[in-house]
């Protein structure tokens, strides 16, 4: 059955049985546990005017968790961030898939009937010793949870969409000439020369309070906003149910004491938990604390100071955060940057006289001709460096430029640009690149259309029931 459905993986019936069969290895139950039970019936979200309902998104869902490994279903059960983009992929998939069908209809396509019966009859899985059996289809829909017609339904709606985005699968013909173009601007070489002025190479003397005064309030050092937070950890695996019910219950008795006006600490003790105070840090220098993850992180600078969370769920057991200080983010005093601002002034003082120096010699190249510098032949990969070779090709052929560096200024000159030799395989491999580049470019501008086509609306209602925490 396994090789079979290998062989077949590109088959519309195929896809189907494969998200079916993997689909009856995991319960109803275990999506609706990780994310929390929803009513059906309501529409979540209209895709071109056809409503898509919680109970489709939950099947969808827990189809697309029935392909993960545990490892990826715990992370999306801990992971609140994991958990969301999870959440706004299965609903785009969904989207995409209803648009297409409705692009389907209103191409007027049909899936017949017989044709649907034909598939699954000639499906080695519902045939036993080479003929279609009831018993063996019956088996797999029970596993499944899938009654007959809505089988038939989703395989109709599969070879639908096939039928529409089946176009786009045909190779896209690159015109010779443009395969051409793109080989000899890619593998041609240009020969330069080039002078370098680094700013190392001038000198300048000690500035006064004055000058560094005058560098500060045009170059000012920003302090960035930074907070200190405390935070309570009921620790344990909430993977494990007896585990995580015994923990809950202990985070709700440290969330009624902290309600009822107990500190962080207090309440810490009083359920011989953890408690962490954290001293003020910015944003971009998180402290070294597995806590603080990503999520924790950026629900930490949305925060008001003095406030504190609701119970977090997290990998490493149920936390409550506080907001103990806020720090704005401000100018900071002069006297403090003093010692620091001596090595930025003294390079900005360099930059000016290199770039003064480098002007020098671009003019003398423009009257005369002449650069005394580096001759080189350069491809658009190596030869001199990134900013040079850039540049060398940006520019036309006999130009003469300064190209900035971040230590140095290059007075460059593109004397002549020569035409890459044949390669057979070079150019297979670049034709194949361009016939990729544009089908996709092809399906990107379909999808496009399609998503101006049949916009879709998200009922923010059903929405938040289903998501919000």
């Known amino acids: 059955m396994l090789e079979y459905l290998r062989n077949a993986a590109e088959k519309p019936v195929a896809k189907i049985l494969i998200g079916i069969l993997a689909f009856s ?29 919680a109970q489709q998104f939950n099947a969808e869902k827990s189809r697309a968790l029935a392909e993960l490994s ?5 992370n999306i059960y801990t992971d ?11 609903m785009a998939t969904i989207a995409t898939q209803q648009m297409v069908e409705n692009r389907a209809h209103d191409l007027g396509f049909v899936v017949s009937d017989h044709r649907i019966a034909q598939e699954i009859r000639e499906f080695p899985e519902f045939q036993i010793n080479g003929e279609f059996s009831t018993l063996a289809f019956d088996t797999v829909l029970s596993r499944s949870g899938y009654s007959e017609a809505d089988f038939a339904n989703i395989l109709r709606n599969q070879v639908l969409r096939s039928m529409v985005l089946g176009s786009m699968s045909i190779p896209v013909k690159v015109p010779e000439f443009a395969v051409s173009a793109a080989y000899n601007a890619r593998y041609a070489e240009r020969d330069i020369k080039y002078a370098t002025v680094k700013y190392s190479d001038f000198k300048v003397s000690a500035p006064t309070d004055e000058q560094l005064q005058a560098f500060y309030a045009q170059n000012p050092k920003i302090v960035p906003e930074t907070r200190g937070v405390s935070y309570i950890l ?9 585990i995580y019910d015994a923990k ?3 985070a709700l008795k440290v969330e009624d004491d902290i309600i009822a006006g107990d500190t962080m600490a207090d309440a810490a003790k009083k359920h011989d938990v953890k408690y962490v105070s954290i001293k003020p840090f ?15 992180l950026t629900k930490i600078f949305e925060m008001d100071e003095g406030a504190e969370s609701e119970m977090i769920e997290t990998k490493d057991g149920f936390v409550f955060i506080r907001i103990d200080k806020i720090i704005p983010s401000h100018a900071a005093e002069f006297d403090n940057v003093k010692k620091s601002l001596v090595a930025d002034w ?8 290199a770039y003064v120096r480098a002007n020098e010699i671009l003019v003398d190249l423009n009257k005369n001709g002449t650069i005394n510098g580096k001759s080189t032949t350069v491809s658009r990969a190596s030869g001199a460096p990134a900013t040079v070779l850039s540049a060398a090709f940006h520019n036309p052929v006999g130009e003469n430029t300064i190209v900035p560096d971040t230590d140095a200024f290059y007075v460059l ?14 150019m297979g491999n670049l034709r194949k690149e361009l016939e990729s580049s544009s089908a996709q470019g092809i399906m990107d501008d379909y999808n496009s259309f399609l998503n101006r086509e049949y916009p879709t609306e998200i009922n923010e209602k059903v929405f938040n029931r289903l998501f919000a925490k």
């Open 80 to 90: 609140e961030a994991a958990q969301n983009k999870f959440n706004q992929d299965v």
């Open 234 to 242: 009921i620790a344990g695996d909430l993977s494990k149910p007896d």
């Open 25 to 53: 290895f995991v319960g109803w139950g275990v999506a609706e546990w990780i994310f929390s039970n929803t009513s059906g019936g309501n529409t979540l979200m209209t895709v071109g005017g056809t409503e898509i309902s």
């Open 282 to 296: 910015d944003i971009a220098n998180r402290p070294v604390d597995k806590i603080i993850s990503d999520t924790i």
């Open 70 to 74: 545990r490892d990826e279903q715990r």
């Open 248 to 250: 809950y219950e202990t």
């Open 413 to 426: 000159h593109i004397a002549k640009e020569t035409a890459p030799k044949a390669d057979q395989k070079k």
């Open 346 to 353: 003294t390079r900005a003082e360099q930059k000016k006289q």
